[in-house]
């Protein structure tokens, strides 16, 4: 969320035996590592130093790349996960899969089961029917009241197991637990302090109708009936999300869910998946969403490259923080039709253009 860290220099470096051999060592060793990549030692600030090995590597050489400069130790691919059978790599392993077996899925998920989920999800279907048959008649529909959509589970249930699969791997190599609702955790900021009301300039509040397709995208993700989305490896950009069937304009993708802490206490955090949830007008009140406990599949959606003509193209959501029954929520809703096995794609900046993405695909 912040400015990009300058140039760390290793915190435990060990006297490599070569130097020590030659005579060279001294504080100028750091100056002359190159990229074990593509062994240039430019971009020097753009250059991490592994605290295992002492080698280079730029942040935009690592396979996926990473989009600034860690604050912390950092360990190469190699060093993090080492194998007495394995080369050298600057690409992170591919994840482990988690197991295509329905009671485990269920049990990850929490997915409700017994016949209250499914009178609930006939109760729906019913009152939905009715809804269409009522606005059958209206032909005009005005722009400005443009509503949001929910998102159309797959038919095939076995697709969907293979679409929470597919989230449930990814979670589980990051170290996360599925959830999806913002979480307020003792010792960081308490769900008192999500006003909307404190935002900078105001917040739009999102209408009733909105919230009722809102809260039935949850009920829905409660008894399992999935977003038909698919969470994917790219060796680049690392886990990143893709449309498993046709999804039209202005569905509600995704909410954007994690630990909710004061933005004053996450300045220099690490995470790169921090999202702002209250932009208030005395800092100190400001808060983020901390995805990297807690999450959902918003945490795996990338972001465009604000820097080029194609990266822009690449967008097909937004992002928009609502006021919601008082508090501030943050969607993820589609800005046009998304075809099947597209990739989910938005800005990570919006209007504060703090965050790095000129690497970015």
Request: net charge positive; glycine share 8%.
């Amino acid at each position: 969320m912040g400015p990009a860290t300058p140039l760390r220099r290793r915190t435990r470096a060990r006297p490599a035996a070569t130097r020590a051999e030659g005579g060279s060592g001294g504080d100028g060793d750091d100056d002359d590592v190159r990229c074990e990549a593509c062994g240039s030692g430019e971009s020097a600030a753009e250059l991490l130093l592994c605290d295992g090995c002492d080698r280079g590597l730029h942040i935009f050489c690592l396979r996926p790349i990473l989009p600034r400069v860690p604050a912390g130790d950092w360990f190469c691919p190699s060093c993090a996960s080492p194998s007495p059978h394995s080369k050298k790599s600057h690409a992170a392993k591919k994840p482990k899969q988690f197991p295509l077996v329905q009671t485990k899925i269920v049990d990850f998920f929490k997915i409700q089961r017994g016949p209250a989920a499914a009178l609930a999800a006939a109760a729906e279907s019913s009152e939905g029917k009715k809804r269409k048959r009522k606005a059958g008649g209206i032909r005009l529909v005005s722009k400005k009241k443009r509503k949001l959509l929910p998102f159309n589970p797959s038919d095939d249930p076995a697709r969907r197991l293979r679409q929470m699969a597919s989230l449930a791997t990814a979670l589980t190599a990051t170290g996360a637990v599925f959830s999806n609702e913002l979480t307020y955790v003792p010792g960081m900021a308490p769900r008192a302090a999500n006003r909307a009301a404190l935002e900078s300039g105001g917040m739009q509040v999102l209408p009733k109708e909105d919230v009722e397709t809102l809260n039935l995208c949850k009920r829905m993700m409660a008894r399992g009936e999935w977003p038909p989305l698919l969470v994917v490896y790219d060796p680049v950009e690392g886990f990143t999300v893709e449309a498993d069937r046709f999804i039209k304009d202005l569905t509600i993708i995704t909410e954007y869910v994690g630990d909710v802490d004061y933005l004053t206490r996450r300045e220099h955090d690490d995470g790169d998946s921090m999202m702002t949830l209250l932009s208030a007008a005395t800092p100190s009140r400001s808060l983020v969403i901390c995805p990297d406990k807690r999450s959902n599949i918003a945490r795996f959606i990338n972001g465009i490259n604000n820097h080029t003509p194609d990266g822009r193209k690449k967008q097909n959501l937004k992002c928009v923080r609502f006021d919601v029954g008082g508090e501030c929520r943050v969607l993820l809703v589609a800005n046009r039709d998304i075809s099947k096995g597209e990739r989910l794609y938005y800005d990570y900046n919006g209007s504060e253009h703090e965050y790095p993405t000129h690497h970015f695909v």
